[in-house]
Every structure is written in C-alpha cells, then in structure tokens.
C-alpha cells in the first residue's frame, strides 16, 4: 500500500469508499499516523480513505482470499485484536497493522510418499492460540489434533473455511504453517479419501475426447474487447426466481 497525493475525499467517494451519509468521523490509527475517517468503512476503505492505495496484495474485498489479515488494538484493552481489514468496521481509537501475507516455506511432496502423521504435527503443544485468532473462527487447535490421529477427513472438513490468511501460524509455538498444512489435508481428502464424484468422469470426457466447448472457446478468444462486452452482457442469465429444473434456451453446452 502506499500513499497517494491529492485529496484523500476523492478517493473516498470514488468505486471503493464511499462513507454511509451522515457518518459520524472517527479516529483511527494506520501505521503509527492518526486519521479521521468515517465510522461506517471497513478497515480496508479506512485505509483508502486516509489516501493509501493499494497497488497490490489487496485481494478479493469480499472475505475470500484472506489476503488482508490485520492486527489491531484498542485502547484500554489488552487484547490484540485480528480481523479482516475488507470485513471488519472500524472503531474509535484503533491502532492498525496490516500482515499481506505470512511466510512460509514451500514443501514438495508426492502423494504416495506422504507419511500417516508427520512428526511435525507433534511440535502443537494444543495451546489453542490459532482457534483464538483465527478470523473465520475454524476450529484450528481441533482440526491439529485430528491430523495427529490420521483422521485428514475431519480435518478437511473443520478447515473447510480457512482463507489461508496465515494468522494461526504468527500465534504457533510450535512454528506450524498450519494453513498450508490443512490445505494438504484438503487435498489428501479431495484427492484420495472423497468418494469420486460420478458425473466428473462424464465432464471430462466431454471437455478432453468430444471437444463440446472448444470452438466456441476459440470464438470467444477471436473477439475484441467490444465484441467480449456485448456478448457479456447479452448473455442469458438464470432468473433471480429460476424453479431448480430451469435450464438456458441454448442446450448444446450442457452436460446433461
Ligand atoms: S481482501 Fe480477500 S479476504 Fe479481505
């Protein structure tokens, strides 16, 4: 993020922040400097507000990517507080930092060399402090406990919500990328305990052996940017109120 000139209220009212009317300014502090900003903005349009851009790293904006983990306190309380800068309001008196992302290192692996419980798991010393900060409130300790027994199906499906944000490995003592970890996990899961899901092999086929959406791939590819647009937005859409068995007037690309 840096900060930008000009006048910080433009940002403000332009695509990303635009305050509720009437909002009331409060304080806040963003890496050690006060401003004042509109109490109603996320922490991420607070930023903006204050002149900061982001050029990049911001993310999805939506509670997804978990690509804003912040780190905050407030005054008068000891807790340090976590959340996610595009979902969490600003309060009076908050004192921010942002973490982009939380380093870890990139492990190689094969499937079928994996072991039943890597050693590694045994360094969790169940202290919870990941469940505690966790901002998707995912059972973190737990979901660690479970891959200790070899039980990767709970695990993956306690883990089911992380957003890879990285905060319960800036808590671990025992130094654990426990999200990279539960995407493993997930993977395993996906990969070799899930029942295979029938209809997949029928989808795959259509797309590899009978080509159904080849050409009509080239033919999006071979339009210009107006071109792209105008067949965006003339495109059917399923109405708001479609009964479950409604389908598009156009049948040639369904898998059915
Ligand atoms: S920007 Fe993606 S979770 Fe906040």
Not at 86 to 111: D, H, K, M, S, W
Not at 132 to 140: A, F, G, T
Not at 174 to 196: S, T
Request: net charge positive; glycine share 8%; hydrophobic share 40%.
């Amino acid at each position: 993020m840096s900060n930008v000139e000009g006048n910080p209220a433009e940002i403000s009212v332009g695509k990303k922040a635009r305050p509720v009317a009437g909002a009331r300014m409060i304080p806040v502090f963003i890496m050690g400097r006060r401003y004042e900003v509109p109490e109603s903005l996320t922490i991420m349009k607070a930023i903006e507000y204050a002149g900061f851009k982001f050029i990049r790293g911001c993310g999805c904006r939506g509670g997804i990517c978990g690509a804003c983990a912040t780190v905050y306190r407030k005054p008068g309380d000891y807790r340090i507080h976590v959340g996610l800068a595009c979902q969490t309001v600003v309060e009076p008196e908050i004192y921010l930092t942002q973490i982009p992302f939380y380093p870890a290192n990139r492990v190689g692996y094969r499937f079928e060399e994996l072991k039943p419980v890597p050693q590694e798991l045994f360094r969790c010393v169940a202290c919870n402090a990941c469940t505690k900060i966790c901002p998707m409130d995912i059972e973190v300790m737990d979901a660690v406990s479970d891959l200790k027994q070899g039980n990767i199906k709970k695990a993956a499906e306690l883990t089911f919500d992380c957003i890879q944000c990285g905060l319960c490995a800036s808590r671990c003592f025992g130094e654990l990328p426990k999200y990279h970890i539960f995407q493993l996990a997930r993977r395993i899961y996906g990969g070799k305990i899930a029942p295979k899901a029938e209809h997949l092999k029928g989808a795959v086929q259509v797309i590899t052996k009978e080509k159904r959406y080849d050409k009509m791939l080239k033919s999006l590819m071979q339009m210009n940017e107006e071109e792209l647009r105008k067949a965006y937005l003339e495109r059917e859409m399923e109405p708001v109120t479609a009964a479950e068995d409604w389908r598009p007037s156009e049948k040639r690309f369904l898998l059915e």
